[in-house]
């Protein structure tokens, strides 16, 4: 049987193309969403482009039957209608005293719901609260998961340990031209572009790739990058994704203090000669509802807070050479020059994306449609970074499972133009892996 989709602000916040996304079901925008996104569709943040889309694709659809049994969204979908208003249900009044926005969308989707017995009406709302209140009065309801990755417990790490490797091909790898064919690691070895490999015979042991173009693995020796050195095999091989000129996006996830964002800055630096810009952004997203309203100053006094672990990090590459030393001078040359762009993500909008080196942190913060915008926005010759954590998520809509990096994580491996590395080891100090273990 059909089902009434009842959506929530949220849903068509995260996703401008919600409705095209229930197959041949119905879909009820209840009239308080409307109003809602009338408070959103200013601005240049992708919350305020997706409400503008909507709102015009909703228009396009409009029609003298969007109130009154809706009209068809297009060929094979079902029927999209705008609900009014109903007077509070006796259960809304019995449980809810304050009458909020919330609190009416949830009478609007329970008044549907009785109409039909319960059945067949599920409110879609990726607010968790929203959803805990639904289910006490009785509603069937849902998170939007359209997007979103299924197990993150088999998640691609983008790291291959093989034992028992032939002690001859090991050698074979340590001479020119450092190369081998994947043939000679086993029959059944499977690899994807890209993947990174753990080799390993007794005593002996390699770090390789294997190069989806050339269909061989390749050799990867440990190098200092802008003064900074590898700690550990994972740091190893993300550098060398980063500094491959022929791979086009890396993602490097990782728990905080595994130097993420450190070796990103290190190999953009590095790799400055070839890109006309290097940007590093991240998503602005303010812990305990403290808005950017809430702090002093005009907005670079606002955003200075949001953009500092970022400035933290260029300091520690700066310390490792003297104050006078030509490297730590060309880096403050390359901020006053604007080479170097610190900046959130929404100030990325509008702007051309060609022969950047463009470093994205904190990118589990985006949702995958803003991560589609970003990578959609590379031109030629620029190369994109995407660093996070997927399990530290500050966003209030997003999880593990449906945020932007798990997204590109699970969509973009095989890409030969795709690296990816998790990084388990923390080396931001013994007392920060401490905690990390074991608080």
């Known amino acids: 049987m059909k089902k009434i989709f009842i959506l929530d602000t949220n849903v068509i916040l995260h996703d401008s193309s919600c409705i095209h996304q229930f197959k041949d079901n119905d879909i009820c925008i209840p009239i308080t969403v409307i109003e809602e996104l009338d408070r959103f569709k200013k601005g240049n943040d992708v919350i305020n482009c997706n409400a503008r889309d909507f709102l015009r694709s909703l228009d396009a659809l409009s029609s003298d039957g969007m109130l009154n049994g809706g009209v068809p969204i297009e060929n094979g979908k079902g029927r999209i209608s705008i609900r ?29 719901s009785k109409k039909n017995q319960f059945k067949n009406v599920i409110f879609v709302t990726k607010d968790v609260n929203l959803r805990l209140k639904a289910r006490s009065i009785g509603l069937k309801t849902e998170n939007y998961n359209y997007r979103f990755v299924e197990d993150i417990s088999d998640m691609y790490t983008g790291l291959k340990v093989m034992e028992h490797i032939d002690s001859d091909v090991l050698d074979e790898l340590y001479k020119k031209p450092y190369e081998t064919q994947i043939s000679k690691l086993g029959t059944t070895v499977e690899c994807f572009p890209n993947e990174n490999l753990i080799l390993k015979n007794g005593s002996k042991s390699a770090l390789a790739f294997f190069d989806g173009k050339s269909e061989t693995v390749k050799l990867i020796q440990p190098k200092s990058c802008y003064g900074v050195q590898p ?16 791979i086009s996006l890396v993602t490097i996830s990782g728990k905080a203090g595994t130097g993420k964002t450190l070796l990103a800055l290190a190999a953009a630096l590095a790799k400055k000669k070839f890109y006309r810009q290097i940007f590093i952004a991240r998503p602005v997203v303010p812990l305990s509802n403290k808005d950017l309203g809430f702090l002093p100053g005009d907005v670079a006094s606002k955003l200075d807070p949001y953009m500092q672990p970022l400035y933290d990090n260029l300091s520690v590459i700066q ?10 001078k060309q880096i403050k040359e390359l901020i006053e020059e604007e080479k170097i762009v610190i900046t959130p993500i929404s100030y990325i909008r509008g702007r051309s994306i060609v022969r950047v080196f463009f470093i994205v942190d904190e990118a589990q913060n985006l949702t995958p449609h803003e ?15 995407f660093t996070g954590d997927i399990f530290q998520i500050d966003h209030p809509y997003l999880d593990s499972q449906t945020n932007g990096l798990a997204y590109i994580i699970e969509k973009m491996k095989g890409q030969k133009l795709y690296a990816h590395i998790n990084l388990e080891k923390g080396e931001r100090s013994e007392l920060a892996e401490l905690a990390s273990k074991i608080l």
Not at 233 to 246: G, H, R, V
């Open 371 to 385: 991560v589609k915008t970003i990578i959609t926005r590379a031109g030629e010759g620029t190369k994109i970074i």
């Open 319 to 328: 310390n490792n050479f003297n104050e006078n030393n030509s490297p730590s």
């Open 231 to 246: 700690r550990n095999s994972e740091q190893t091989f993300a550098l060398n994704a980063m500094l491959n000129t022929d």
């Open 84 to 112: 009014l208003d109903f007077p509070l249900e006796d259960k809304i009044k019995e449980n809810f005293t304050e009458v909020t926005a919330d609190i009416k969308i949830l009478n609007i989707a329970y008044s549907i």
